[in-house]
């Protein structure tokens, strides 16, 4: 079995109990920390352990703390971005439900580690359960001593607060989630400055993913040192995957770094295989921003070698043959997915939630929608798909925030990996609104990393 | 559109205006527009919608010009411009739940309540959308339903025929 530091304790009862997340050695973080360590001593560990955001972005979370400006006088923050919206993933609101305290527990090392005297879990509006939970969790910690005035007699003041969003995925991007905090819409700001100078109310901020805060806990019980040690060369640690679409078993798996994707899916430890007796046609393994890619481009890398759940080998191959790690939201398509379809599904869900600042995104979205709407209710044009990777070109890098990005490798990677299937639809309108395309050659073995076409 | 007797004066309770209080709380002095999405929320789960008078009412309370509070509540898609069914059915479209059956559920669900998406029953009891991704892509299809934003997993159309037929006891 592989090792467990999040979810290890997710089956016992009552865990999202104060009384029994501490009897399974829960709050052992906070104690070591405000009692033996200094700030920059467990800002060292987090750096040791080579923890890596499990947001999306994959950018080291020490590092990270490591850029926060101290000037003397200037209050700083330390928010917890909770505002889970990437489609595929769903595992920061399965900690929350289930193991509140650990997330809890997470903030308060990681505001000591910090400086910060106030903070925020800016979580989406929808998850209104969770939000009562983490207030709960709040609470009871609160009256145990763990939060408040003078921390286990530490004399470390911290106050902890859950601010609910509205419904809008572009405050997923930290500088939207700071003006979404500040009471306005969430339009990404500028960078620079970043938030480590200017976040919120003009402060110095970090802002953190709920698991990226949650790991800080593990790292400070058993050493960063010890950390580093799971996983696979700059993928170190655990990491939870959100398992969803056609499987036999969807869920939140936390993995170590480094397992093989064929087991992941096929293994009866995680997803048991695909449902109803399906072959695996594509996946998206990191959230819907990231490449698409074909069954066989997914188990192995384009030389024929085993690919890994890891940072590096998810993304090896580039966007030619690989994808990316994102936020660990693992959606599988089985045989009978049509992948046009599911472009479009994406490429609504882009131009929906696009918060209109920068012209390529918020047209360039709505044209992709639009054309791929089109394509897949049979009133495409072979000169569509062109047109659609132009689009995707001309948003990919020209906007102030990600988002951009996010719904034009969609978009670009479906056309790259399935072109037949949306030519094919070009063709046979009538039998495409029909029937689906099918599995064609893409869990074939690969020959060579470009596979041509001849239907 | 907005009706004029929609926007009569709308008066808050005091425990709504308790609850602005410790919201504001929450944040440092002078920053109390912070506070602005939650009182949103809280002000809909009284009402059912975010009247034009309402939202005034806001602006006034947290010392904000009410255009402030107007570009936010039109922002987010959580919060009702216009009145809705006393229950909102709000299901999951986006792509993971398609894979497992959200558009079908939808379809069920127009023709059940006999209303298109966004619209009301005639007897003010249902409306339903279809909403982005509500981040539980392995236990769809699902829904959820305001204010308290109870979450049903795993649907298929005989399951949210009893829970429609529940919500019509209620």
């Known amino acids: 079995m592989a090792r467990k530091l999040l979810l290890e304790h997710i089956n016992v009862p009552g865990i999202h109990t104060l009384d029994v997340y501490r009897q399974k050695g829960g709050y052992r973080a906070v104690e070591k920390a405000l009692k033996t360590l200094t700030p920059d001593e467990v800002v060292e560990e987090v750096k040791k352990s080579g923890l890596r955001g499990r947001g999306g972005a994959g950018f080291p979370t020490g590092m990270k703390w490591s850029f926060l400006a101290k000037p003397e006088g200037v209050a700083r923050y330390l928010v917890c971005n909770a505002d889970e919206s990437e489609p595929g993933t769903f595992k920061d609101r399965y900690l929350m439900t289930h193991i509140p305290h650990a997330l809890i527990e997470g903030m308060i090392v990681a505001s000591y580690a910090l400086g910060a005297k106030t903070s925020y879990i800016y979580v989406r509006g929808e998850m209104m359960p969770q939000i009562r939970i983490l207030e709960r969790a709040i609470a009871e910690a609160k009256s145990a001593g763990f939060l408040g005035k003078n921390i286990l007699g530490s004399g470390y003041d911290l106050e902890l607060y859950v601010q609910p969003g509205g419904g809008a995925y572009i405050c997923g991007e930290e500088t939207a989630l700071l003006e979404s905090l500040e009471g306005k819409r969430g339009n990404p700001r500028i960078k620079p400055p970043f938030p480590a100078i200017a976040g919120l109310y003009g402060c110095p901020t970090v802002v953190n993913n709920v698991e990226s805060i949650a790991a800080v806990v593990p790292i400070i019980n058993d050493g960063g040192d010890e950390y580093m040690k799971i996983g696979i060369g700059r993928s170190t640690g655990t990491k939870l995957i959100s398992a969803s679409g056609n499987l036999v078993r969807p869920g939140v798996y936390e993995i170590e770094l480094g397992l093989p994707v064929e087991e992941f899916i096929y293994s009866d430890e995680y997803c048991g295989g695909i449902a109803n007796g399906k072959r695996l046609k594509a996946t998206v393994a990191g959230g819907s921003s990231v490449p698409v890619l074909p069954a066989n481009l997914t188990l192995k890398l384009a030389n024929g070698e085993p690919r890994l759940m890891s940072y590096e080998s998810l993304s090896e191959g580039g966007f030619a043959t690989g994808t990316m790690m994102g936020s660990g939201g693992f959606i599988a398509f089985d045989e009978d997915q049509c992948m046009v379809r599911n472009t479009w599904n994406f490429a609504r869900f882009y131009h929906h939630e696009s918060c209109g600042q920068c012209s390529p995104c918020r047209e360039g979205t709505g044209w992709m929608e639009k054309v791929l709407h089109r394509i897949e209710y049979g009133h495409g044009k072979m000169s569509d798909i062109d047109l659609l990777v132009d689009v995707a070109k001309k948003i990919e890098g020209n906007t102030i925030c990600p988002l951009g990005d996010a719904a034009a490798w969609p978009v670009a990677s479906a056309i790259r990996h399935f072109r037949d299937e949306f030519e094919w639809h070009v063709r046979e309108p009538l039998k495409s609104l029909e029937t689906n395309y099918g599995i064609a050659k893409y869990a074939e073995p690969i020959a060579k990393p470009e596979v041509t076409t001849e239907n | ?170």
Not at chain 2, 42 to 47: D, H, K
Not at chain 2, 120 to 149: H, K, N
């Open chain 2, 1 to 170: 559109m907005l009706k004029v007797e929609e926007t009569q004066p709308v008066e808050f309770s005091s425990d709504l205006t308790a609850k602005f209080e410790e919201i504001t709380s929450r944040y440092p002095e002078g920053k109390q527009k912070s506070a602005l999405l939650p009182i949103l929320h809280e002000v809909q789960a009284e009402l059912g919608w975010l009247s034009p008078a309402a939202m005034d009412k806001v602006a006034a309370y947290l010392k904000i010009e009410p255009i402030e509070v107007y570009e936010v509540a039109s922002f987010y898609s959580m919060y009702f411009l216009k009145p809705q069914g006393k229950f909102v059915l709000e299901v999951c479209r986006t792509g993971p739940c398609c894979l497992v059956g959200a558009e079908k559920l939808m379809d069920h669900i127009e023709n059940s309540l006999g209303v298109k998406e966004g619209e009301v029953t005639p007897d003010g009891l249902f409306s339903w959308r279809g909403v982005e991704c509500l981040a539980a892509c392995g236990f769809g299809p699902v829904l959820q339903i305001g204010p308290e934003y109870t979450f049903y997993e795993n649907l298929d159309a005989e399951k949210v025929d009893t829970l429609i037929a529940e919500l019509r006891k209620k």
